[in-house]
């Protein structure tokens, strides 16, 4: 069974930094995109980041310029490290593995990121 675990969310002060890892426990990684979303209570669940296979990245406009989406293969392990921090960023973030032939994927538990005094 493939289980994301993720780790890294807290609470952090606006201008501040944080860097949420996903451990997947998959030999297929380099296979697969690595996507980050986040949702709002009571919102839909937003794509906010992707790095994919062959390390294109993209970005939602909302954090462009302030978020890094990376992988480290060797690690079975993607990235988020996530700069300039805004209250409006504060979510749960959700790492996600899409195959990049099949698209079957998974799902990571979720990491509390809470930006505020």
């Known amino acids: 069974q493939v289980q994301l675990v993720e780790s890294g969310g807290d609470l952090v002060q606006p201008g501040g930094s944080l860097k949420l890892s996903c451990v997947a426990s998959i030999s297929a990684f380099p296979f697969y995109h690595s996507n980050w979303y986040r949702q709002i209570p009571g919102k839909q669940r937003e794509l906010v980041a992707t790095i994919t296979s062959g390390l294109a990245t993209n970005y939602a406009e909302s954090v462009k310029g302030r978020f890094t989406a990376s992988r480290d293969n060797t690690k079975n392990t993607g990235y988020l490290q996530m700069n300039d921090l805004r209250p409006e960023d504060t979510a749960v973030y959700y790492c996600?593995?899409?195959?990049?032939?099949?698209?079957?994927?998974?799902w990571g538990q979720g990491t509390q990121v809470t930006v505020g005094q």
């Open positions: 996600n593995l899409q195959h990049r032939w099949s698209h079957n994927e998974y």
